[in-house]
């Protein structure tokens, strides 16, 4: 059995979970609304303030789903009732970055300055060398940081580029003179 397929979700107070034909599970709070399509094969029921996830039977497939399925629904109640964020550091010089709106300008060394433009439902906030990139939807909130990050990844020599507030750059000692 699943260790994590098999744990009930909880659901909090003002938080609304209704499963529809299909699996479409749709997650109400205070944050917003997220909706999805959950594998058909999984059992989803809803009782006494819980979510359980049952499988049908052993089969391989239907054991990777067990747990993926828990989990997506467990991370669409997070996103709705605290939200999820990812921070972004920018170390460099002269590598900044800036927020007009929902444009998000940054100088990164190029030529030209790289704009980016907010997707839906995430929000983006620049604190000095620090980019926040908030939002309720866990996996938009990830891949948006990814794309952001991937503008001037960092280098293992100096440590310059954009890097996850908790990453460790492995740094490698340069060449050195001859004597």
Not at 53 to 70: F, I
Not at 72 to 94: A, C, F, Q, R
Not at 143 to 148: E, G, M, R, T
């Amino acid at each position: 059995m699943s260790r994590i397929g098999k744990m009930p979700i909880a659901i909090p107070s003002g938080i609304t979970v209704s499963v529809a034909e299909n699996n479409k599970v749709t997650v109400k709070g205070p944050k917003g609304e997220l909706s999805r399509v959950l594998p058909s094969q999984m059992a989803i029921k809803q009782e006494d303030g819980n979510i359980t996830v049952e499988r049908p039977n052993d089969e391989k497939e239907n054991r990777a789903l067990h747990g993926l399925t828990r989990t997506l629904i467990n991370n669409m109640i997070v996103g709705v009732s605290d939200g999820y964020s990812k921070t972004l550091e920018i170390n460099g010089v002269g590598y900044r970055a800036a927020k007009q709106g929902k444009t998000l300008t940054l100088n990164l060394g190029y030529s030209h300055p790289v704009v980016m433009e907010d997707p839906e439902g995430i929000e983006t906030k620049v604190e000095d060398n620090k980019i926040v990139v908030s939002g309720i939807d866990k996996e938009k909130v990830g891949q948006y940081a990814a794309v952001i990050r991937d503008k001037k990844r960092p280098e293992p020599y100096k440590g310059k580029g954009i890097k996850y507030s908790d990453e460790v750059i492995r740094r490698k000692v340069g060449k050195t003179g001859k004597k």
